[in-house]
């Protein structure tokens, strides 16, 4: 898609785009019969075919739409319109609009592109995809461009691997992905077998990879900007490619799912794209320890003592807690071996966050105020939502074990998101900016492309937007 700064004289497409006080002040300009069924209601949708042409007439909402509620009616517009839009010039009219809110509705047209498994054959992907807009400069609108196709190309890339069926994304077809993504942005990658692993002490990580069929596969990518002075974000997202809980097996409904417990390292992934196709001025370390948590002859045991990383020893009492044991190696090799400002986490980690929060909310943890303060904002901007709970001291009581340093669970049936981020907290090395994310509840769930549960994209507009706006 191309956005262009004119005006032809004749178009056969046209985006008319009004909130309800645009509307009623406008509408006087227009067939009168249009008002019974075209109000400027968020995603109201009125076609207006003649023989010229088409218009589509888009609502917004009221004047104080936020920018994250533009992207949502232009991701609606674009999926259920598919197969008639056309890739042809376009007028967009939409004279109130600001550059910020135009950008999101940009953005919003080639995210609602997506559907598994995702082709370039959405119309706003064509060559001859045209959005002529006068309201901005076309320098503004070059820039405009440039970051809605790095995002959507960031986010499809997430949604596509989470919604990848579990015979897709073995270890090896996902490795081959990332050296790929590696080499076309000039990242450095490394990676480490089991052999390697072993040698380095990555136990618990190993734990958790003995029962699998495939090789461990404990990836670094690293995005280096030649800004001077700038930030470096740490960011490990949980990799468990498939889980069956191990030999504490999950029950058998709705284990079809357990294809996207690889949430939190799409997110970190979708993130990598973005930064690097705009460039950004920050440096990236992603940490993502792919496995999956399977069932053999080799499988840990509960009851199994494991030495991680950092030293510590973990009694195991579920295999289903192992979201945590890969993140506490991917934490503490991260904070041991790389110099990085703040240290993020993100991961589908626990029923018991969708239990709280469900679909509204991703469940936040941090040691900082600033991080915490910034990423609830950043959160709340892009409409990818957090809420902070605590990491009090008195749940620590709950992981202390008899036989090691620490056990997985607590045995109480309750706050098990917050036992789960006190564990994760052993091992950030004393890192003084640490937030976890736990996203279970938010990565996977209902969306306009799919009829089953199927991938958000949730987290790379939180991550990109915080990274960018650091200053």
Known sequence: MKLINKKNKNYTQVFHLFTEEEWIKTNKNFNKNISTFFTGKKHEIFVNAHEEGIIYFIGLGKSSVQNFEIQQVAVKF???????LQAVPTLVLADFMTEKQFEEFVKGLLIGTYSYPFERNHAFWNAKSELHFENLSQKKLDAIIQKAEALSNGQIACQEWLNKPANLKKPDALSLYLKNIAKKYSLKYTSFNRKKCEELGLGAYLSVNQGSA?????????YKTTAKNAKTFGLVGKCVLFDTGGISLKSHENMHYMKSDM???TAVLGTLIYAAEIQLPVNIIAILPITDNAISENAFLPSDVITAYNGKTIEVLNTDAEGRMVLADGLSYM???????????????????????????GV????????????????DKTNQRLWNLPLWDVWKNDIQSDVADLKNISMKPIGDCIVAAKFLEQFIENHPKWAHLDIAGVAFGSVGYAKEKAATGFGVQLLADLIENYH
């Open 335 to 361: 904070a041991k071996n790389f110099k990085t400002d703040f240290l993020i986490d993100l991961a589908t980690l626990t029923g018991s966050s969708v239990r709280m929060f469900g679909n509204t909310c």
């Open 364 to 379: 936040m943890f941090s040691n900082n105020e600033e991080l915490k303060d910034l990423l609830i904002k950043t959160g």
């Open 263 to 265: 949430g939190g390292a």
């Open 78 to 84: 674009s999926q259920t319109h598919k197969g008639k």
């Open 214 to 222: 495939y090789d461990a596969a404990f990836t670094i990518l690293e």
